[in-house]
């Protein structure tokens, strides 16, 4: 079997994007023995450095070191040269030359709200990251991107749907008034873990939290 070869999908933050998924789902269907991975740096010049150190095939680069990255590299092609912007790195026996695969100017990203006009930019914003991604696999193999697999891993069509979520964040983030309230929209039930522990020890949460420690309470919440 061929050597594996990895492809990662870099940024800050990055590990919510769904593009590494996209670029596996194409990898499998081409046959080929790859991996895509997403890689959190704190900086471009990181970034560079990890392509080179773990010899990164190819890169999808992400915000915010789209710009920050260029003078890092070895060339760039003509649009990234002219947008003075880089979506894609290909790492050529250690030659870095970073590409612009935006299907629009990079700098006409702008806010767009309200019913309609929201949904539309939320189509098109899928559509852009379908085109970029396809673009970036052509530029990562020379072949021509399967774009039916990728729309499934974009859309998530093969993911199960999840038999829970957990709502977390700090006190008084509003996670008792978002719970309920997504429970409903999917038809899932309710619960809350301080209710819970409450019934169960008998005791509220401060009252736990001042006589017990904070120690105790974590233990508690894992529990549930």
Do not use: Q
């Not at 396809?134 to 729309?151: I, S, W």
């Amino acid at each position: 079997m061929d050597e594996a070869r990895l492809f990662a999908v870099a940024g800050n933050p990055v590990l919510g994007t769904r593009e590494p998924g996209m670029l596996r789902r194409a990898f499998d269907a081409a046959g080929m023995n790859a991996m895509c991975v997403p890689l959190a740096t704190r900086n471009a010049r990181e970034t560079v450095g990890m392509i080179r150190e773990l010899d990164i095939r190819g890169t999808v680069i992400t915000t915010p070191f789209r710009e920050e990255i260029v003078p890092f590299l070895d060339e760039l092609d003509g649009k990234a040269r002219a947008a003075g912007a880089v979506t894609v790195v290909v790492n050529d026996g250690g030659k870095l030359t970073g590409f612009n695969t935006d299907p629009t100017p990079y700098a006409n990203n702008t806010k767009r709200d309200g019913g309609k006009e929201a949904a539309d930019a939320a189509l098109n914003d899928s559509r852009r990251l379908l085109a970029g991604s396809a673009e970036a696999f052509r530029l990562f193999t020379g072949r021509e991107a399967p774009l039916e697999e990728m729309e499934k891993a974009l859309r998530r069509e093969d993911s199960p749907a999840p038999d829970r979520i957990c709502v977390v964040g700090f006190m008084g983030a509003g996670k008792s008034t978002v719970g309920p309230a997504v429970a409903a929209r999917l038809s899932m039930p309710h619960v809350d873990v301080d209710t819970r522990i409450e019934e169960r020890t008998g005791r509220t949460i401060p009252d736990i939290f001042r006589e017990s420690g904070e120690e105790v309470l974590r233990r508690h919440e894992k529990n549930e």
